[in-house]
C-alpha cells in the first residue's frame, strides 16, 4: 500500500524512515480517517493519500521529531478524509427504500423518514464537531472504547478524553436544541 509512496523519495534512508512510520502508526492514522468517513474502503484511501502528500514533499516531514511527525501525519489524514467526506456528501443524494413504504406496518413511512431525516441531522452535527472532539466521541460511541484506550490511542491523559467528550455532548445538544431535533 505504501509502495506508491515510497517511490516518490529521492533517498534510501527517506524511503526506510518512512516506511518504519508507517507500520508503528498505520493503526491510528487509519481510525482517524474511518472515524471521518465511516467506510474501510475509503479510510484505506485517505490514509494512501496522505501518505503520498507526505512524500510529495518530504522535507516538511523529516524535519520534525518523532511525536512532531505523529502530529503531523494526523493532521494531513484528517485533512484528506475530510475532503473526501465533503466530495462525497456533494453528490450524495437521497433515496427512498422499498423498505421504508411498505416492510413497517407499524411507523409509516412519514415518521421512518422523519427518524432518518434525524439520524442524517446527526450525523451532519457531528461532522461538523471540531477534529479533537469529534474523534473521541467516535471511539467512544462507534467504537466502543473505554476512555482508557480513547487515552492511550491519541496519546492523551484520561481527563482530556472526558473533557472533549463532555465539549462533544454539549455542543451537540445545543446544535440539536437549535434545529428543534
Request: net charge neutral; hydrophobic share 40%.
Amino acid at each position: 500500500m505504501i509502495s506508491v509512496a515510497l517511490a516518490v523519495l529521492e533517498t534510501e534512508k527517506q524511503r526506510s524512515e518512512l516506511a518504519e512510520f508507517y507500520e508503528k502508526n498505520k493503526s491510528r492514522l487509519y481510525m482517524i480517517a474511518f472515524s471521518k468517513l465511516n467506510n474501510r474502503q475509503s479510510a484505506e484511501d485517505a490514509v494512501m493519500e496522505a501518505f503520498l502528500r507526505i512524500a510529495d514533499k518530504p522535507e516538511r516531514f523529516f524535519r520534525l521529531s518523532g511525536k512532531a511527525q505523529a502530529a503531523f501525519a494526523n493532521v494531513v489524514v484528517r485533512n484528506v478524509a475530510v475532503d473526501m467526506y465533503r466530495k462525497s456528501r456533494k453528490s450524495e443524494t437521497v433515496e427512498l427504500s422499498e423498505e421504508i413504504l411498505y416492510d413497517n406496518a407499524e411507523n409509516p413511512p412519514e415518521e421512518q423518514l422523519l427518524l432518518q431525516f434525524k439520524r442524517e441531522t446527526l450525523r451532519e452535527l457531528i461532522a461538523d464537531l471540531p477534529p479533537l472532539q469529534r474523534d473521541v466521541l467516535y471511539m467512544k460511541a462507534v467504537r466502543k472504547m473505554e476512555i482508557s484506550e480513547i487515552a492511550q490511542t491519541l496519546s492523551i491523559s484520561e481527563n482530556v478524553v472526558r473533557q472533549r467528550l463532555f465539549q462533544a455532548r454539549k455542543t451537540l445538544q445545543k446544535e440539536l436544541e437549535r434545529e428543534g431535533v
